[in-house]
């Protein structure tokens, strides 16, 4: 199967009465017309972890993508070596709640979620891999000398990364920066950009007058930073209009210039017509280097509580 320009994200799936990182909480009722549309057009990556409220968001996707034959989708998810346990088999095991919730018998990539101790986690992908349960594997959130460290300890077993996935949008550039980018490309790997619409940020859905969901971990993040973004939604906008586009398509079409794969966190149906525009809107050098110095003059870090410097 190919993969998808654009994958699929349940971050904001996971949230629940107690744990409001971004301040609805989803029901399969809600979400059933997000994966109908989104495997309707092609969509068919799914991105999620465990560690989305604790197999809340896995649960959804086993349940909605359960009617379409297991070869029509990808399931991407992760192990998260901050919840694991001190047991002799914590890969395996968080890989065995996942694919109970997931309702299947393999996943197509699996991710280390973060580089907490490349040398203890890495090696325990090996048997996943030969056990056919996972059949990709991937990095998330590890640094340049990591990512080269991790392909080293797999390549031992004759298995390589097949991919990394990193925070990248036009507000941070990090792994762009850390040569990280460049390095996907030139060794055939495929760079997964997260967030690249900035939870919201980046959307025009929200600005001063019209903040993200009170309460929520999200608002904490990005409210305050709000004013400062509203020159590069402007420019955003005035672009993607040109093209009837909106601006969370233009944030969509800058990652994928820059050849990465965005993962797109989907909540609506609606959203996954607006992902096939983002696909289509093409943006001039000119266009890049324009916003590129807009989104430098924000001074905005958006860099996430769980991630290290790239460089
Ligand atoms: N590996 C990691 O450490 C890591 C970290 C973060 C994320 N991820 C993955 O990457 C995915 C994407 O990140 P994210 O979900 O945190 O943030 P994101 O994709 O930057 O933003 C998602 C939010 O943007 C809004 N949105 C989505 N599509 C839109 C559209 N076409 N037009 C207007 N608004 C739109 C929705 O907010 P509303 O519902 O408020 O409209 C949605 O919750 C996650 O779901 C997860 O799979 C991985």
């Known amino acids: 199967m190919t993969e998808p320009k654009i994958a699929l994200g349940t971050w904001a799936w996971g949230d629940t009465a107690s744990n409001r990182y971004f301040g609805d909480t989803l029901s399969a009722a809600s979400l059933k017309p997000v994966v109908t549309a989104g495997m309707a057009h092609g969509f068919t990556l799914w991105d999620t972890a465990y560690a989305y409220g604790q197999g809340t968001a896995e649960n959804l996707v086993g349940e909605l993508l359960a009617p379409y034959p297991r070869e029509s989708y990808q399931l991407s998810t992760k192990f998260t070596p901050r919840m694991a346990g001190t047991g002799d088999h914590e890969m395996a095991d968080m890989l065995a709640g996942s694919l109970r919730r997931l309702r299947t018998d393999y996943v197509d990539l699996y991710w280390i979620h973060n580089p907490d101790d490349v040398e203890k986690w ?7 891999v ?11 959130n590890h640094n340049l000398a990591q990512i080269k460290r991790a392909n080293e300890i797999l390549g031992k ?107 797109i966190g989907v909540t609506k149906e609606k959203y996954i017509a607006s992902e096939l525009r983002a696909e289509k809107v093409s943006l001039t050098p000119a266009e890049i280097s324009q916003l590129e110095n807009l989104a430098a003059q924000t001074q905005v870090d958006t860099k996430g509580f769980w991630e290290a410097p790239m460089v």
């Open 157 to 263: 077993a004759g298995i390589q990364i097949s991919a990394v996935q990193n925070h990248f949008s036009l507000l941070y550039r990090s792994s762009e920066r850390a040569g990280i980018i460049d390095y996907c490309q030139e060794h055939h790997i495929t760079f997964y950009a997260y967030m690249v619409l900035e939870q919201g940020a980046l959307t025009g859905h929200y600005d001063v007058d019209h903040p993200l969901p009170a309460g929520s971990e999200r608002a904490k993040v990005y409210n305050a930073a709000l004013p400062q973004l509203t020159k590069l939604t402007a420019a955003m906008k005035a672009i993607g209009e040109r093209q009837n586009a909106s601006i969370a398509e233009v944030a969509t079409a800058y990652a994928l210039a820059k050849g990465t794969t965005p993962i």
């Open 130 to 140: 030969q056990s056919g349960k996972v059949k990709r594997v991937g990095v998330s």
């Open 122 to 128: 890495t090696p325990e992908l090996i048997p996943l």
